[in-house]
């Protein structure tokens, strides 16, 4: 039977291939651990999931929510930009909460997009920056490029070699999955750019709570005159170790906020009113909760920088996100980012992210998640170890059992 349109659009999802092995193995008893999902493994604050379960006792909040998020909520947003970035925010007017960061740029995209228009996006990038928009009947030119002095050099070429004219630019910062941050400067001569060439930017700013070199990571919109062109995504998920909870938002330009918001409330009633009680409880509390999810993340990244290390395999140390983007180990390079990610679960019972499943430029990358805890990560160290020693003499024999006939 003959796919739908859409459907043929998308590739085939890489992921859902290590995931069959990861199931596979655990159904044959093996210990995976698991540091390839971006799944927050730590539990939601106690004040948080208190005042959820004061709320939900009252039936009055079973009925359906707002779309656009309780005005508490979006109040609660605005707040914590003023707070965090000093940028001013209309809660009214420039801010709606979305179904995570990931229904928020899904959205836009089927708000904003005409069939055929080109967006601007790097390469490789968290999934749904692309896909959102081809989903939506648009064209995605890749660019693979860091938040660096070739960016606008990138972006010029991506224009000329365009038609029609580029709609928008993609931006995510700190990076999921390459965990790169980018400066206030940067940010500054983006937005004089889109100025220029009148291009909207949509900025993911989904970690923007979890760095771990004393140097918070900048909003777009702390540019003057950034609200003009841009609209930024947030997301609870990570910053308050709620990913199941579904609770992001969308701040910036009135006439982009208001085309999500319309488009939204052909699609949803918004989060459950509970959830956004908590949430906007979260987001006014004091900072305490968000620098002790920091602090986990940050122990984790070292302890996996060490123990990898030691074990062989050398991982540049991300100065933000629960993510590190590690070079597949210069033996195994040929074989892919996908059927490198086979061999880890096969052989040393440790599960990551291919780099391909983000882009065809990250193919010689594995993006490894902070998500178990320290001793875990010392026990993958471990396994990885005794991996690497055992194929030390025969690299290029190694196939993973899921390749061979």
């Not at 209309?90 to 960061?101: F, M, Y």
């Not at 993911?204 to 918070?216: T, V």
């Not at 909870?245 to 918004?270: C, H, P, Q």
């Not at 880890?344 to 010689?364: K, T």
């Amino acid at each position: 039977m003959e796919e739908f349109h859409k459907v043929r659009r998308l590739p085939p999802y890489v992921f859902e291939q290590v995931n069959r092995l990861k199931a596979s193995a655990r159904s044959r008893g093996a210990d995976i651990i698991d540091l390839g999902m971006g799944n927050p493994d730590l539990p939601t604050p106690k004040a948080i999931v208190d005042k959820l379960c004061e709320v939900v006792r009252d039936p009055r909040t079973h009925r359906y929510s707002s779309s656009r998020g309780i005005p508490g909520l979006r109040r609660a947003q605005a707040n914590y930009y003023q707070r965090r970035f000093g940028v001013k925010l209309n809660p009214d007017t420039q801010v709606v909460a979305t179904l995570g960061s990931k229904e928020g740029f899904a959205n836009m995209a089927q708000a904003i997009t005409a069939p055929g228009d080109v967006i601007l996006c790097p390469n490789p990038t968290y999934p749904i920056h692309a896909f959102g928009f081809i989903m939506s009947g648009g064209v995605i030119r890749s660019l693979q490029v860091e938040p660096n002095d070739a960016f606008i050099p990138a972006v010029e070429r991506g224009i000329r070699h365009s038609i029609p004219k580029p709609l928008a630019l993609i931006l995510n910062y700190p990076s999921n999955p390459t965990a790169l941050v980018a400066s206030l400067d940067f940010y500054k001569d983006v937005v004089a750019f889109a100025k220029k060439n009148d291009i909207i930017i949509l900025s993911d700013l989904a970690y923007s709570e979890i760095y771990f070199d004393g140097n918070p990571p900048p909003s777009v919109l702390q540019v003057p005159g950034a609200i003009d062109v841009c609209v930024e995504f947030t997301s609870m998920s990570k910053t308050f170790s709620m990913p199941g909870w579904r609770m992001g938002f969308a701040v910036g330009n009135e006439r982009l906020i208001a085309a999500l918001t319309r488009v939204k409330s052909y699609l949803d009633y918004g989060a459950f009113t509970p959830i956004q009680v908590a949430a906007a409880h979260a987001l006014n509390g004091d900072g305490a909760d968000i620098a002790e999810v920091r602090e986990v993340y940050h122990k984790r990244r070292d302890v996996m920088v060490d123990s990898f290390g030691r074990a062989g395999w050398t991982i540049p140390a991300p100065a933000a996100s629960m993510f590190a983007w590690a070079p597949i180990p210069e033996q195994f390079r040929h074989l892919g980012s996908l059927e490198f990610s086979k061999l880890l679960i096969e052989h040393a019972d440790v599960a990551v992210a291919p780099g391909i499943g983000f882009g065809e430029y990250g193919d010689d990358f594995v993006r490894v998640a902070l998500v178990e805890n320290e001793h875990r990560i010392r026990q993958a160290a471990r396994n990885i170890k005794r991996f690497l020693a055992s194929t030390a003499k025969q690299p290029n024999n190694v196939v993973p059992l899921s390749a061979r006939r």
